[in-house]
């Protein structure tokens, strides 16, 4: 597929920028004009600030970035539809792009009609059209409304459309900019598959996305960008860790959960913590509540390996430790919970010491003590959440087993994030959790 000799970079970038010149009022480019050089009258704004990188064929890239960083700028800047207002860009290849919702496709003609046209702008002849044309439509699944205008298409089918036409073009580089979180869960997982084999022939791939799991799993290298410049450059893996961190920590830092009641720590705290500790207890601070008797000091995951991590593979066995401390005189009956949640807090699984008849001791001391959680996860790929409690619980009277909160001596939710990878010999997972299946046929006759 790729025509670049693999000794030769396919995509070079050297110190490229992107400068956006705004104006007060209208009457000031007027101005500006007829007394050239005078006076300034614009305001700039650096979308690009001397971006670098060289890509071999066959790499993939994975850009992060918040909103704003200068992302999709870069990706307009290397498929040609922005100029750079400085530095050099050097494309060899064909690209195919998903820019921008329902980005190329002309709303006044139908979908067979936009297929048509997008393949004939990528240089495909007739004959190779008449052959795409059905597996295109096939791939989007349209077939319904494949002759209806492109502007009675809703977001999704808008999605459809445009990925299914960027990959049957037979594209050396392919570009996508989040466009996929568009999409319902289905057709995300068989466009994922279909990147996938598009990759394993050589295609070259760059990929935006908010997403740090979404790098490691279809990139194998990482751009973070910030401000219109790059704050990191590295392998998709070290990329995806470092920008994860970042945003937990501003999640915390900016206290998403308003209602929660921030727990003050009692008089007799006295307890030296570790760096560590106290950045933890910095990074949960917002999003922390209880009455402080026992504090819990850190979460940390461990992969099989016993290794402190925030990625781990699909179907593995995790080990959770939370450490904790009593400040106080600790009541007994209080135990430690943990749950791990989704992306929007939602928990999707729980677990309590109590169950297991564990307890804090209340002895008196206040020693730092570990309660360790070990389990198999079920969790299909993706990024989840880490949270911990301590408090007492009694019997639901009426669902007998389980356990109602009595008191909160302290909750801690964004502890800590982790992400499960896909697995590697392309097993199809897709949903919330993955439960081990037979499945057998017979016939009735």
């Given at each position: 597929m790729n025509s670049t000799p693999v000794s030769e970079a396919i995509i070079e970038v050297c110190e490229v920028s992107k400068i956006y010149r705004s104006y007060t009022r209208p009457s000031q480019r007027m101005l500006e004009l007829l007394s050239p050089g005078r006076k300034q009258y614009f305001r700039e704004t650096r979308a690009l600030d001397g971006v670098t990188l060289s890509l071999m064929p066959g790499s993939r890239l994975g850009i992060v970035g918040e909103n704003g960083s200068g992302k999709s700028t870069l990706l307009k800047v290397l498929c040609g539809v922005l100029t750079p207002s400085g530095g050099s860009v050097s494309v060899r290849g064909r690209i195919s792009a998903l820019l921008e919702l329902g980005a190329g496709f002309n709303p006044e003609l139908s979908g067979r009609e936009n297929i048509r046209q997008f393949c004939m702008l990528h240089g495909?002849?007739?004959?190779?059209?008449?052959?795409?044309?059905?597996?295109?439509?096939?791939?989007?699944?349209?077939?319904?409304?494949?002759?209806?205008?492109?502007?009675?298409?809703?977001?999704?089918?808008?999605?459809?459309?445009?990925?299914?036409?960027?990959?049957?073009?037979?594209?050396?580089?392919?570009?996508?900019?989040?466009?996929?979180?568009?999409?319902?869960?289905?057709?995300?997982?068989?466009?994922?598959?279909?990147?996938?084999?598009?990759?394993?022939?050589?295609?070259?791939?760059?990929?935006?996305?908010?997403?740090?799991?979404?790098?490691?799993?279809?990139?194998?290298?990482?751009?973070?960008?910030?401000?219109?410049?790059?704050?990191?450059?590295?392998?998709?893996?070290?990329?995806?860790?470092?920008?994860?961190?970042?945003?937990?920590?501003?999640?915390?830092?900016?206290?998403?959960?308003?209602?929660?009641?921030?727990?003050?720590?009692?008089?007799?705290?006295?307890?030296?913590?570790?760096?560590?500790?106290?950045?933890?207890?910095?990074?949960?601070?917002?999003?922390?509540?209880?009455?402080?008797?026992?504090?819990?000091?850190?979460?940390?995951?461990?992969?099989?390996?016993?290794?402190?991590?925030?990625?781990?593979?699909?179907?593995s066995q995790l080990c959770v430790r939370v450490f904790y401390q009593a400040l106080q005189e600790a009541v007994s009956g209080l135990t430690v919970t943990l749950g791990i949640t989704?992306?929007?807090?939602?928990?999707?699984?729980?677990?309590?010491?109590?169950?297991?008849?564990?307890?804090?001791?209340?002895?008196?001391?206040?020693?730092?003590?570990?309660?360790?959680f070990t389990f198999n996860c079920p969790l299909c790929p993706g990024e989840y959440g880490l949270i911990a409690g301590i408090g007492s619980f009694v019997e639901n009277p009426v669902n007998r087993g389980q356990l109602l909160i009595g008191e909160i001596t302290d909750y801690c939710a964004g502890g800590a994030r982790f992400s499960i990878s896909y697995p590697e010999d392309g097993q199809n997972v897709w949903g919330v959790v993955h439960a081990p299946c037979s499945v057998s046929q017979y016939s009735l006759d």
């Amino acid at each position: 597929m790729n025509s670049t000799p693999v000794s030769e970079a396919i995509i070079e970038v050297c110190e490229v920028s992107k400068i956006y010149r705004s104006y007060t009022r209208p009457s000031q480019r007027m101005l500006e004009l007829l007394s050239p050089g005078r006076k300034q009258y614009f305001r700039e704004t650096r979308a690009l600030d001397g971006v670098t990188l060289s890509l071999m064929p066959g790499s993939r890239l994975g850009i992060v970035g918040e909103n704003g960083s200068g992302k999709s700028t870069l990706l307009k800047v290397l498929c040609g539809v922005l100029t750079p207002s400085g530095g050099s860009v050097s494309v060899r290849g064909r690209i195919s792009a998903l820019l921008e919702l329902g980005a190329g496709f002309n709303p006044e003609l139908s979908g067979r009609e936009n297929i048509r046209q997008f393949c004939m702008l990528h240089g495909m002849q007739h004959d190779e059209i008449a052959e795409a044309l059905p597996e295109i439509i096939h791939f989007s699944e349209l077939q319904d409304a494949i002759e209806h205008p492109v502007k009675t298409y809703s977001s999704g089918m808008a999605v459809r459309l445009g990925f299914s036409c960027a990959v049957y073009v037979k594209p050396e580089i392919l570009i996508v900019d989040e466009a996929l979180s568009v999409g319902d869960a289905y057709f995300q997982n068989k466009c994922l598959h279909k990147i996938k084999s598009l990759l394993d022939g050589g295609t070259t791939f760059l990929y935006v996305t908010h997403s740090a799991d979404g790098i490691r799993s279809l990139c194998d290298q990482g751009l973070w960008l910030e401000n219109g410049k790059v704050r990191l450059q590295g392998s998709s893996r070290e990329v995806g860790a470092a920008y994860q961190s970042e945003v937990f920590r501003r999640m915390a830092s900016a206290g998403l959960q308003k209602n929660v009641t921030v727990a003050r720590a009692p008089s007799a705290e006295k307890a030296t913590k570790s760096d560590r500790h106290q950045a933890f207890a910095d990074r949960v601070e917002s999003l922390r509540t209880g009455s402080g008797e026992v504090r819990i000091q850190e979460i940390v995951l461990l992969d099989e390996q016993g290794a402190e991590t925030d990625h781990v593979p699909f179907a593995s066995q995790l080990c959770v430790r939370v450490f904790y401390q009593a400040l106080q005189e600790a009541v007994s009956g209080l135990t430690v919970t943990l749950g791990i949640t989704d992306d929007s807090g939602r928990q999707l699984m729980h677990f309590n010491a109590a169950a297991e008849g564990i307890f804090i001791p209340a002895d008196g001391s206040h020693v730092l003590r570990v309660m360790e959680f070990t389990f198999n996860c079920p969790l299909c790929p993706g990024e989840y959440g880490l949270i911990a409690g301590i408090g007492s619980f009694v019997e639901n009277p009426v669902n007998r087993g389980q356990l109602l909160i009595g008191e909160i001596t302290d909750y801690c939710a964004g502890g800590a994030r982790f992400s499960i990878s896909y697995p590697e010999d392309g097993q199809n997972v897709w949903g919330v959790v993955h439960a081990p299946c037979s499945v057998s046929q017979y016939s009735l006759d």
